[in-house]
C-alpha cells in the first residue's frame, strides 16, 4: 500500500472544503430538515441516505474520469441543468402550497395522509443530489484539490472514504436533531413562516440552477 503522509497536507485541504460545502445551506440540507421536523426521523434519515447515495455516484464518476467525459458530451449536462432545475422549482410549488394552508387545514391533511414510503424519501433525496450538475463540479474541484497529478489510486480511495464518513455525519445528523420532539413543537408553532422560506429558496436555487451557465 502506497505511503499516504506526502499527501496528507492537499487531503486535509480538499476535505475541509468538503465539509464547509456538505453543512451549509443548500437544497440537501434544508430537504432534510424539512422532512424530519415535518415527518419524523425515519423520513428524514431516509431522505438524507438518499442525498448520500446521490453524493457519492458523483464521487465515483468523477474518480471514474468523468470530468473528460464532460467535455465530450457537454450536451448532457445542460439537459441535467434543465431537470434538476425543474425539479427544484417543483419542489419551491410544493413547499408554497404548504405555507398557504392554515394550521387547521394542515393538520387535517398529516391526520389523513398516509406517510411516504421510506422509499420514495430515499429516492427524493437521491433526485435532489442526482440532478443536480453543480455536484459534478464540485467534487471534480474537491478531488483536484486532494488528488494531485501522479498519486497513486490509494490517495483517491482515502479521500472518498473520509468524505463519506464526514456525509454521513453531517446529513445524518441534521436528520436526528432536526427530528428531535422539542424541534418538531417548535416547527409547529412557525410552520408556515419555515414552508415559506423553503419555497423561496428552492425557487431561487431553480432559477438559478437553470440560468446560470455551467
Known amino acids: 500500500m502506497a505511503d499516504l503522509t506526502?499527501?496528507?497536507?492537499?487531503?486535509?485541504?480538499?476535505?475541509?472544503?468538503?465539509?464547509?460545502?456538505?453543512?451549509?445551506?443548500?437544497?440537501?440540507?434544508?430537504?432534510?430538515i424539512s422532512t424530519s421536523i415535518s415527518r419524523g426521523r425515519q423520513a428524514g434519515v431516509a431522505l438524507a441516505l438518499g442525498v448520500l447515495t446521490g453524493s457519492y455516484v458523483w464521487a465515483i464518476l468523477t474518480a471514474s474520469g468523468l470530468s473528460a467525459l464532460i467535455r465530450t458530451y457537454g450536451e448532457a449536462i445542460v439537459i441535467l441543468k434543465i431537470v434538476g432545475g425543474c425539479y427544484l422549482l417543483w419542489l419551491a410549488?410544493?413547499?408554497?402550497?404548504?405555507?398557504?394552508?392554515?394550521?387547521?387545514?394542515?393538520?387535517?391533511?398529516?391526520?389523513?395522509?398516509?406517510?411516504?414510503?421510506?422509499?420514495?424519501?430515499?429516492?427524493?433525496?437521491?433526485?435532489?443530489?442526482?440532478?443536480?450538475?453543480?455536484?459534478?463540479?464540485?467534487?471534480?474541484?474537491?478531488?483536484?484539490?486532494?488528488m494531485p497529478p501522479g498519486a497513486p489510486g490509494g490517495v483517491m480511495a482515502t479521500f472518498i472514504a473520509g468524505c463519506m464518513v464526514m456525509g454521513v455525519c453531517v446529513f445524518l445528523g441534521f436528520a436526528l436533531v432536526f427530528s428531535l420532539a422539542p424541534v418538531h413543537r417548535a416547527y409547529l408553532k412557525s410552520r408556515r413562516a419555515i414552508e415559506g422560506v423553503m419555497a423561496a429558496f428552492f425557487a431561487f436555487a431553480g432559477f438559478k440552477l437553470l440560468t446560470t451557465r455551467l
Do not use: C, D
Open 6 to 32: 506526502p499527501y496528507l497536507p492537499q487531503l486535509a485541504v480538499a476535505w475541509t472544503a468538503y465539509l464547509i460545502g456538505t453543512a451549509s445551506p443548500g437544497p440537501a440540507i434544508l430537504a432534510i
Open 93 to 146: 410549488w410544493n413547499a408554497y402550497r404548504a405555507a398557504r394552508k392554515s394550521e387547521e387545514t394542515y393538520r387535517a391533511q398529516i391526520a389523513a395522509m398516509p406517510a411516504l414510503s421510506l422509499r420514495r424519501q430515499y429516492l427524493k433525496g437521491l433526485g435532489i443530489h442526482i440532478t443536480n450538475p453543480k455536484a459534478i463540479f464540485n467534487w471534480i474541484m474537491l478531488t483536484s484539490l486532494g
